[in-house]
């Protein structure tokens, strides 16, 4: 089959929620060089399939749930985005060009032979002297092309973060143009989750994230928090460019971390260019001392950079964006997210919106904690906080146990996960439940992104089939799948004859749903 036929079956997989995904193949480009005004006036690449968008976003569904249709509706609505999101990164992530298909990047050369981009404007990354480097053309072409739409929606996004990302890139000493690091890194989503586990707009994984101090936990993910993300990436790209002395070495180590950069430098050929230099990293990218994805994040940067600082030219809209800004309030001990929205005035969507952190429908018990709330709402609420009973913070129903009930029956019956319906209730034993015995269900806030994705027929949850299965992945444990997908761990043994303790290992496919139901 050719290359670039393979690779759109693959973009038409991830359409299909299929577990292999690929990149999109664009046109290939002309050969020799050309205006960058042309991208304009071209259309997106058509899909081959009918009139299937592999990246639209499907019809949200209809809700029965205690919660307000239009909170879930919006819910759904963000977790459908993310998933378009990640199906776009991930085959962004994955596309490997070959040289044929690879043209040269728009230059003009001065007298003095500097390469200089035709339009100039200012950077303070260099983008100049690598831009006509083949592999830059290829992504530009994706971003142009399969990416397009996504690319747009990014632009528009990125609005809202670019100056507070710019501010502490300053603060640090670091260029301002790193900023488009994250459009390559999550399209400026705060709920990106790689496959390999890396979340948020910087894709910290966990241990990089406790290293620069972000509390990662069942209640809190910091790597989604716009603000402590990005003052965590800062530090983390200003610490690596001061150990390799070179922007693209550090944004490679971003990627690939500092030990496989560090080992490659250390098997070059140490010459006039210098270790130290930008050269250095396209002096590895030459070579087979990184892998693939790791030598295309420079030349991806700067095809998005030079998208992003003139999007126009380019052919992109862009819609004026409202700043991050917010007032905010603390809370002593755990709260629910509805009952802020509501002393604010506001919907939990938007309470969300500012405060994408939080991974429950309610603030972490025990412990004081800072919430985001829209301008001008601050004050009011905390005032109409301080008059509300302790017993009110989090909203509840109360629920009797009825005959062979469990707590992961009972936590599905309430779209609550299950870890949260047992947080809720300490004192009861989840593994004997009595007849009768009372049970606090917090029923405040929105489901959770994986059960919005899980309800939508187009957007499985990633890992998992429209029969009900999920295929278990490094690190997964059995509680935690159970807690994901509202079942419980017996329901998970018995479903697929595991042993007492209920042990798995990775690349087990396990049944998530009983069966005949559907998952």
Request: glycine share 8%.
């Amino acid at each position: 089959m050719p290359r670039s036929s393979a690779l759109l079956s693959l973009i038409l997989l991830v359409a299909c929620g299929g577990s292999q995904r690929g990149p999109g193949q664009g046109p290939v480009p002309e050969s020799g060089d050309r205006p960058a005004d042309q991208y304009a006036e071209r259309e997106d690449v058509p899909v081959q399939s009918g009139d299937v968008n592999p990246f639209a976003l499907p019809p949200a569904p209809e809700f029965d749930s205690l919660i307000p249709a239009e909170e879930l509706a919006a819910e759904y609505q963000e977790a459908a985005d993310s998933a378009a999101d990640e199906a776009v990164l991930e085959a962004l992530a994955e596309t490997q060009p070959t040289d044929e298909e690879a043209g040269e990047a728009d230059v003009v050369i001065e007298g003095n032979g500097t390469k200089v981009l035709a339009n100039a404007v200012t950077w303070d990354i260099d983008v100049e002297t690598y831009n006509s480097h083949h592999r830059v053309r290829w992504y530009l072409d994706f971003f142009l092309g399969p990416g397009r739409e996504r690319m747009g929606i990014w632009l528009n996004r990125m609005q809202r973060y670019e100056p507070m990302v710019r501010e502490r890139l300053a603060r640090e000493g670091m260029p301002g143009d790193l900023v488009y690091l994250a459009l390559i890194e999550s399209g400026f989503s705060n709920t990106a989750t790689s496959r390999a586990k890396a979340v948020g707009m910087w894709q910290f994984m966990k241990g990089t994230a406790k290293f620069y101090d972000l509390r990662v936990d069942s209640w809190v993910d910091d790597r989604r928090d716009p603000h402590l993300a990005t003052d965590a990436a800062v530090r983390h790209l200003r610490d690596l460019n001061a150990r390799f002395g070179s922007l693209y070495l550090a944004a490679a180590a971003y990627n690939a971390g500092s030990g496989r950069v560090s080992r490659g430098l250390r098997r070059l050929r140490n010459d006039d260019t210098g270790l130290s230099s930008d050269a250095a990293f396209f002096r590895l990218y030459d070579t087979r001392l990184l892998h693939r994805e790791t030598k295309d994040y420079v030349p991806k940067l700067i095809a998005a950079a030079l998208i992003a600082k003139e999007p126009a030219r380019y052919g992109f809209t862009l819609s004026p964006a409202e700043p991050f800004v917010y007032d905010s309030m603390v809370v002593p001990t755990m709260t629910g997210l509805d009952v802020i929205a509501r002393l604010a005035d506001t919907t939990v969507a938007a309470i969300r919106e500012l405060n994408p952190q939080f991974l429950r429908l309610a603030t972490p018990p025990g412990k004081a904690t800072i919430v985001r709330l829209p301008v001008g709402r601050g004050e009011a609420t905390v005032a109409a906080y301080a008059e509300l009973p302790p017993e009110k913070r989090v909203t509840f129903v109360e629920h009797f146990v009825a005959r062979g009930e469990t707590m992961g029956g009972i936590a599905r019956k309430y779209r609550v996960s299950s870890r949260l319906l047992a947080d809720a209730n300490p004192k009861v034993d989840a593994r004997r439940l009595r007849l009768g015995q009372r049970l606090i269900v917090p029923t405040g806030g929105a489901i959770s992104s994986s059960m919005a994705r899980r309800m939508s027929d187009p957007v499985p949850a990633a890992g998992t089939n429209a029969s009900g299965y999920h295929r278990v992945k490094r690190g997964e444990t059995l509680s935690g799948i159970a807690d994901e997908y509202g079942v419980s761990q017996r329901d998970l043994r018995v479903w697929n004859k595991l042993d007492a303790k209920g042990r798995i290992r990775a690349g087990q496919r396990l049944r998530v749903s009983a069966p005949g139901a559907r998952g």
